[in-house]
């Protein structure tokens, strides 16, 4: 879509340096430069002013990628997108079936109301809970990473979104300051939403946690 669109060298497009790496890859892969924007700490995509902030004269392109069920605010980027003259596009989450969508919210309401000592996912009657993504509290990284191999320990399949912006790699790298982005990184941690029937699982979940949790101390 930005080769169809005539997006090529010399252009610049901004992209979140929270997530996978194929959307800055095809953005070099197009000949254009990703511009890394910071996220809201709520919803993990794109933050409407941090993009306004690094936009520039050779911006081409926003690229909006949809995070853990929650979407971008299309509405504010397609907004700035019209005023500057940039194709905005989006990247969505794999959604899946309504009563799939309908599961996964009952399981994330059952753990909101249950979870201590980790940060749960704001309130989104928009969420589809592709993943449960909490914060855990600390110091940052260490204790994020401690926490997970000891719910692992205890048997519960959590696994880290996103372990290194894409700001930070080898490929990417960038001389920028990204604190939300960087935060996220550094203490999200993803948890299994098993189904509400299954409350064997979702109780090994709520006690694991809530047991780990009360020996983190907020930064």
Known sequence: MLRAAGIGRGDEVVVPAFGRADVAGAVAAAGA??????IDPHSYCLDAEAVAAVTGPRTAAIVAVHRFGRSAPLW???GHGERHGLLVLEERDAVGEPADVAERRRAADHLDQRLRGVGT??????????????????NG???RDAFARALRARGVACSVPVKTPLHRTAEHWR?????????????????P????????GLHRVVSACNALGGLLQPA
Do not use: N
């Open 33 to 38: 430069l990703p511009v890394f924007a910071d």
């Open 76 to 78: 504010q980027l397609r």
């Open 141 to 143: 990284r260490p204790d």
């Open 193 to 200: 939403l098993v189904s509400v029937a299954e409350r064997r």
């Open 121 to 138: 996912p704001e309130r989104d009657r928009d969420h589809t809970y592709t993943q449960y993504v909490v914060r855990v509290p600390g």
């Open 175 to 191: 001389d920028v300051r990204l604190p939300e982005t960087e935060r996220a990184a550094d203490d999200t941690l993803a948890l």
